[in-house]
């Protein structure tokens, strides 16, 4: 018996000295990860809603939670990153996002998909972000949605007394230090070792989503004279991206700075088609060319006069048919005719580009006359159309700000994230690293898995962040001799659906 | 009551993952202490599992033999582009073993054994990176393998045995990896396979061309548990869901393979023993594990598996002290049925070195064995395909393993 206690004893050495854990031959450990020659103690994001996580139309908490720049510095974390504090919103306490000034909705809730409707639709919930409850930063995100080039170094862009006259951004009023604060300050303020800059988008993007109602102000640089929709001067963002180059990396601070995607290749001006008006009844269609008869034959009276070029009277010719039927729109840069009572309208094309806002007015009876409907029988407005003059317009800016960028940044030694290529490829499709594929088409009911946009068709959700925080992160590892991780953006979430609104 | 011997048995049933698919090779303490090859070994009740054909060549009339293993298991896993890092959290597997042999007459002998060849238990890290593959999983089988040899000569028995095998599998997964509820709590499936049983077979044959040499062959039929009336549930499923997925039944079929064991012994000295087992275990049937729903909501989920052949290699030595102690040791190299590109962590089995040890005394008519297994699987990178969310995508990273697996058996005869 004491020879079985003996062997007992034995087994329970041996079992003591086996029963140790599975390790690796590398596991991932502290070092695995690292910032190389960069230093992410102090990280500050600079832009405008992309940096500020905004999506479905809005900034919401949760959202706002999966910022581009939150999830990169939750990588940074890994390689000597310190904390990441973003503008307050504890108070969007239904997480719908909008914004309240002294009670007064100024800014709609997030939309959503109805799923017992099939429509996109602001969420029927009230917003309960105050604007006058002001959290002064300064925030490592200074991301303002709405914010151009110019706002950044905007005096009083932060004054709550300048909201009503347009001179002041809600989400910055938050935001900023104290009301005479600047954007640029707040963010240096903090001492940044390392920061992102993306900014550039609005200063052609809400020129583009007015449908082109604003002006190119390239060759001016009066902003005093400049509307909200305008095209920024090219030199004026030259000389303002310098300034906030200056300033970012005046203490030494390394970083990375993103290019600006061609805004036609987003979904809100690629999803809508010039024809989208099936037409079925022949009667109808008759109707139709002979409500434009006279129209048609007034064109070619004109050009026996010589007063328009064959080719001209050709593109404004209106003509219906069975089938798919482009819209007729309104176009400003046609030979004005209305002294001759012929309206500067014509037939949309493959070049001209629709925004996703028409579709709630495409084929939409006129309230007070329902034989009068939109698109057929009555012009869409040049506010819901990007003609080819204004697409060129927006592309010029585009590539002149692109090319300011890529030389400010080389001049400095600092990183370039190719968001353009990015937003190209997620055109046609984007795998990521695992063979996900995401694309830029709006939500049409079957592509859920792959969305990289959200419902306002121009800001991605949060797996579109992720794929933007990943590129982010791969400039960083390349050019700073970085190690971070990537995310895998399939475990964020998609589009918000709700059974019913 | 046979409900109630049924839970009874799967309760004791639970086994980890550690090695070998879902196979659990620990069917007696005696061989496991010799690296488990016990196809050419007919001194002890346990060749009721190994090769029933070797009750002829028993010395005792009856003997009955009963022993339990514990297995404490881990697997980690680890993704370098991703930084995904997890481990299970297996409880302790118990797996056990009966054996009773019954000589009739000088031809003529009995065998019945109770066992569990198969089962798997992992249970991953809460909220891990790979849990729309699996949360946790949990397959029980056992069987019940009555046989009868004849004694044809002093050198030849021939064994035919009836098997009954009786599964019973829990499966968790959340459906993707990302759907929520309205809370941000994963939405899961969670599947119950009930009670499922299926007959098989088994054919041995067991030779001693002399005193000192012995050989041994047995060949155990597939299975294939189909389990045809298992019900899913789902949890934590968001409003706009809640008509999709909803509690329904499922069919799925699962094999257990056939395997064909050859072994020879021999007795080099009196008190030495040596042996040696091949097993090949016909893994290829598993091509592909397909859950068909009920509701005509849901689509069937198909997972790839294309399991592949695979071959053991058994050494396993024993020394006899003296007349009450026996000493034994042994080592066997196990490969994984898992081919590159079907590696998924609901059954992350790996390439394993196998080192045994064990102890026997043996008291009047009663003996006691010990044994411990300790497995070591080897590192291994690689990846699953997954489909139903989109474009099918990859799931992989780093996994490693071992277990370590002590156990105690009984042994009473009568002459």
Redesign the interface.
């Given at each position: 018996m004491k020879?079985?206690l003996y062997?007992?004893g034995?087994?329970a050495v041996?079992?003591g000295f086996?029963?140790?854990?599975?390790?690796?031959?590398?596991?991932?450990s502290e070092d695995?990860?690292h910032s190389g020659d960069a230093d992410f103690s102090t990280y500050v994001s600079v832009g405008n809603s992309l940096t500020a996580g905004y999506t479905n139309g809005t900034l919401y908490k949760s959202a706002q939670s999966m910022s581009f720049p939150k999830i990169l510095a939750g990588?940074m974390a890994?390689a000597g990153g310190g904390e990441f504090t973003q503008p307050f919103l504890d108070d969007d306490i239904n997480d719908v996002g909008g914004l309240l000034l002294f009670g007064n909705i100024i800014a709609a809730p997030k939309l959503v998909v109805d799923?017992s409707q099939g429509t996109v639709e602001p969420i029927n919930a009230m917003p309960t972000i105050e604007v006058s409850n002001l959290h002064p930063g300064p925030y490592n995100n200074m991301g303002v949605p709405g914010a151009k080039s110019f706002h950044l170094l905007a005096p009083g862009y932060g004054k709550l007394a300048n909201i009503p006259l347009g001179k002041a951004n809600p989400y910055y009023v938050r935001m900023a230090s104290n009301e005479n604060a600047l954007v640029i300050q707040d963010a240096i303020a903090q001492q940044p070792t390392f920061f992102t800059l993306w900014i550039g988008n609005n200063d052609v993007l809400s020129y583009a989503t007015s449908g082109g109602i604003g002006e190119d102000q390239t060759g001016n640089q009066d902003l005093t004279t400049y509307g909200p929709n305008d095209i920024t001067d090219p030199g004026v963002f030259a000389y303002v991206y310098q300034q906030l180059l200056d300033a970012l990396t005046a203490t030494g601070a390394k970083g990375v700075v993103a290019t600006i995607p061609d805004v036609s290749s987003i979904p809100f001006f690629t999803t809508i088609p010039y024809n989208p008006i099936p037409l079925t009844d022949q009667a109808q269609v008759d109707a139709l060319n002979n409500a434009y008869a006279q129209y048609n034959a007034g064109l070619l009276q004109v050009v026996a006069l010589g007063l328009l070029s064959p080719e001209e009277a050709a593109l404004r010719t209106i003509h219906f048919q069975l089938g798919a039927n482009a819209i007729v729109i309104e176009d400003e840069s046609l030979t004005d005719l209305t002294s001759l009572n012929l309206p500067s309208i014509r037939q949309a094309n493959a070049y001209d580009l629709v925004l996703l806002t028409a579709k709630s007015v495409i084929g939409q009876a006129d309230p007070n006359n329902p034989q009068l409907i939109y698109g057929l029988t009555v012009p869409l407005e040049d506010k819901w159309i990007l003609i080819p003059q204004e697409i060129t317009s927006i592309r010029a800016a585009t590539m002149a700000y692109n090319v300011a960028i890529e030389q400010l940044a080389a001049a400095k030694s600092i990183a370039v994230a190719d968001m353009a290529s990015i937003m190209l490829q997620l055109h046609d499709k984007l795998a990521t690293?695992?063979?996900?594929?995401y694309t830029a088409d709006y939500f049409n009911g079957s592509n859920?898995?792959?969305l990289a946009f959200g419902l306002d068709g121009v800001h991605p959700n949060p797996r579109g962040y992720a794929i933007i925080a990943n590129e982010f992160t791969k400039v960083i590892n390349r050019m700073y001799n970085a190690n971070m991780?990537?995310?895998?953006p399939?475990?964020?979430?998609?589009i918000p659906?709700?059974?019913s609104n | 009551m046979k409900k109630v011997l049924l839970l009874a048995l799967f309760m004791l049933a639970y086994t980890s993952i550690y090695a070998g698919g879902y196979r659990v090779a620990l069917q007696g303490q005696r061989m496991l202490g010799m690296a488990h090859a016990g196809l050419s070994v007919f001194d002890n009740p346990e060749t009721a599992f190994f090769n029933p054909a070797g009750m002829s060549f028993l010395k005792d009339k009856f003997a009955v033999s009963f022993g339990v293993s514990g297995i404490?298991s881990?697997?980690?896993f680890?993704n370098?582009?991703?930084?995904w890092?997890a481990e299970t959290q297996n409880p302790v597997g118990t797996p056990f073993y009966l054996y009773m042999t019954y000589q009739t007459d000088e031809h003529m002998s009995f065998g019945l054994a109770i066992y569990t060849p198969f089962g798997s238990s992992a249970v991953w890290d809460d909220g891990w990176?790979g849990s729309q593959i699996v949360r946790e999983i949990s397959m029980k089988v056992f069987y019940i393998q009555p046989s009868l040899a004849y004694k044809f000569s002093d050198m030849l028995s021939l064994s035919a045995s009836l098997i009954m095998a009786y599964g019973n599998i829990e499966y968790d997964k959340d459906i993707n990896?990302?759907l929520?509820d309205e809370e941000g709590n994963k939405t899961y499936a969670s599947l119950q396979s009930g009670t499922v049983s299926q007959a098989g077979y088994a054919l041995s044959m067991a030779l001693r061309p002399s005193d000192k040499v012995s050989i041994g062959v047995n060949y155990r039929s597939e299975i294939i548990l189909d389990a045809k009336y298992g019900t899913a549930e789902f949890y934590n499923v968001p409003?706009?869901l809640s008509q999709t997925l909803k509690k329904t039944a499922f069919s799925a079929k699962l094999p257990m393979p056939a395997e064909l064991g050859m072994g020879i012994s021999v007795r080099p000295t009196e008190k030495l023993l040596l042996a040696f087992d091949y097993n090949r275990t016909y893994w290829s049937v598993y091509e592909k594990l397909i859950i068909n729903f009920a509701s005509d909501d849901l689509d069937p989920s198909i997972a790839d598996k294309y399991y592949q052949n695979t071959n053991t290699y058994r050494f396993g030595a024993a020394y006899q002290v003296n007349d009450?102690?026996a000493v034994r040791a042994g080592y066997y190299y196990d490969e994984s049925p898992l081919t590159e590109g079907h590696f998924s962590p609901e059954t992350p089995s790996l390439d394993s070195n196998n080192y045994t040890?064990g102890?026997g005394?043996q008291m009047d008519r009663l003996a006691?064995d010990?044994s411990?297994l300790?497995v070591d699987?080897k590192?291994r990178t690689d990846y699953t395909i997954v489909r139903g969310?989109?474009?099918?995508?990859?799931?992989g990273g780093?996994y490693?393993?071992?277990a370590?697996i002590?156990g105690i058996g009984i042994t009473y005869k009568i002459k």
């Open positions: 020879k079985l062997i007992l034995l087994l041996s079992f086996v029963s140790c854990e599975p390790e690796f031959d590398n596991p991932l695995v990860y990588q890994l799923a690293e695992d063979g996900s594929i859920l898995n792959e991780p990537l995310v895998n399939s475990y964020y979430p998609t659906i709700v059974p | 404490i881990k697997v980690k680890q370098e582009l991703y930084n890092q990176t990896r990302n929520t409003d706009l009450k102690l040890f102890i005394y006691v010990f411990l300790y699987g590192e969310e989109g474009t099918p995508y990859k799931f780093t490693v393993s071992n370590i002590p």
